[in-house]
């Protein structure tokens, strides 16, 4: 248990920010697998809407740094290639 101030604070702050990355990791995982479901079943244009949302969270939450942008590169090319 800290005893300084400013520490506690950090400690505080750590943990809602984890909760919140946490989320919306959470969040991206499931778009991620909703495409690789729909490609899996041969549902294209469905898994084209779906790739769609996918990409836009990728990309929203590499630019605030949740996600590297280099992991979200990648999530998305995997993507493309299975939809196409």
């Not at 400013?6 to 400690?11: G, V």
């Not at 294209?44 to 949302?53: G, Q």
């Not at 605030?64 to 939809?83: D, E, F, P, Y």
């Amino acid at each position: 248990m800290p005893n300084i101030k400013s520490q506690i604070k950090r400690d505080r702050t750590n943990k809602e920010a984890n909760a919140k990355n946490s989320a919306i990791k959470n969040e991206v995982r499931t778009a991620i697998k909703k495409v690789e479901a729909l490609a899996a079943e041969g549902k294209k244009d469905e898994a084209k809407v779906a790739l769609n949302h996918a990409v836009s969270l990728l990309d929203r939450y590499s630019q605030t740094g949740v996600i590297s942008v280099n992991s979200a590169n990648r999530k998305k090319a995997h993507l493309q290639k299975l939809v196409a």
